[in-house]
């Protein structure tokens, strides 16, 4: 049996350099991996270059649905609000300022100054005040951090999220995708002429092109930001064809070869990169050389099909979103009232105990549910 060769270098793939290669990339939310496609010094390559660009133009949907990865966690990352701030979204869904605030004014008494500090986090916070003692001696740090109550608040602006799919780092992360899934079929790399030119090839012609004339996905689950990879070859029409979909808004059509000559053939892989379920989707992939064409030419995105991919989905990211945020609060205000209750471990609730955890836990509350209906009211 003759030894697979790389997809992408040609180097005979031995146990010594074999890979496991994700169909779709991990940083989005992929899972399955195949062996016997491309070598590990490939695999790492690819990875830094292709993959890493994709899941970059990816993050913001990534943190927005809130994805679960196999291995680390989405990357925070920073956006402008509408009202011209910078905060740091974090995967968690809390969000931060983009780095500490400090600002002195004169008393209006003329003596001594107001010193205000916005800080990320505690230790932040007391870093800070110890320069400001370098500065004013007087500033007793103990009597300040004792008596500081950390506060949270809800940006009321909107974030701003720009979106910039393509460019052929991620365009080749694609491309790929679709390759391993051939070659996962049982289909060797070469027959895939396109695909593999390419991909090993800085000045070839990209094979790919956005397709939003119709849905593909005759199946498709209502709300779902899923990922798919699908590939067809038809031995009549001479087509091995590909089709890749982000988050249910970045849909690709793909020519992996226009002279196949192997037998017909159809293979998909589709996830829902919220929880890591697998689904079973129908791919619609009749086309013609000239409608591919097409694709990559651009003209097969009406006016408004972009935003209505996004549609479909953004319900579901908003109610991920909230059930993050409001299990992160519950959590923490859960945790703030039984440190501060009295209570020591292990020890019995008191009725001064009990008394206090109510109070504690709305302090916590309190931002979440006014934020909540101020939303409320908004929407109304």
């Not at 496609?37 to 913001?60: H, M, R, T, V, Y």
């Not at 990865?69 to 701030?85: A, C, K, M, Y």
């Not at 019995?348 to 836990?361: C, R």
Request: net charge negative; with cysteine; hydrophobic share 35%.
């Amino acid at each position: 049996m003759t030894s697979p060769k790389c997809a992408l270098c040609d180097e005979t793939i031995t146990s010594q350099n074999d890979t496991k290669e994700h169909l779709i990339p991990n940083a989005i939310g992929g899972r399955k991996k195949i062996k016997g496609f491309i070598c590990e010094s490939c695999n790492n390559s690819s990875g830094k270059d292709w993959d890493s660009e994709l899941a970059k133009q990816l993050n913001p949907l990534s943190l927005f649905f809130g994805i679960s990865r196999e291995r680390g966690e989405v990357p925070s990352q920073l956006f402008e609000t509408t009202g011209g701030d910078n905060l740091k979204l974090n995967v968690d869904g809390s969000m931060d300022i983009e780095k500490p605030i400090y600002n002195e004014t004169p008393m209006e008494s003329g003596v001594g100054v107001r010193i205000q500090i916005r800080a990320r986090s505690m230790p932040e916070a007391k870093r800070m005040l110890q320069g400001a003692q370098r500065k004013y001696p007087q500033i007793d740090l103990n009597n300040v951090l004792e008596n500081a109550i950390p506060q949270s608040s809800y940006c009321p602006d909107m974030l701003h999220f720009n979106f910039s799919f393509g460019g052929h780092e991620a365009g080749r992360s694609i491309v790929k995708s679709a390759l391993a899934l051939a070659v996962s079929s049982g289909i060797p790399a070469e027959a895939c002429t396109e695909a593999t030119n390419y991909l090993k090839n800085d000045e070839a012609e990209a094979c790919f092109g956005y397709f939003y004339e119709k849905d593909l996905i005759t199946n498709r689950p209502k709300g779902i930001p899923l990922h798919c990879v699908s590939i067809k070859g038809c031995s009549k029409t001479k087509q091995m064809i590909g089709y890749v979909e982000y988050f249910g808004v970045q849909r690709v059509i793909l020519c992996l070869s226009s002279t196949y000559e192997g037998p017909d053939i159809s293979d998909t892989y589709a996830i829902n990169p919220i929880t890591g379920e697998e689904l079973t989707l129908l791919i619609d992939l009749n086309l013609s050389n000239h409608e591919i064409r097409e694709a990559y030419d651009y003209k097969k995105i009406p006016q408004g099909s972009i935003e209505a991919a996004f549609d479909e989905v953004l319900p579901t990211g908003m109610k991920a979103s909230y059930e993050k945020e409001k299990n992160r609060v519950i959590n923490e205000a859960i945790k703030h009232a039984f440190g501060n209750c009295g209570a020591k471990e292990g020890e019995k609730l008191m009725l001064e105990h009990l008394n206090k955890l109510t109070g504690l836990i709305m302090e916590k509350l309190e931002p979440f549910i006014l934020h909540q209906f101020k939303q409320s009211r908004k929407q109304k």
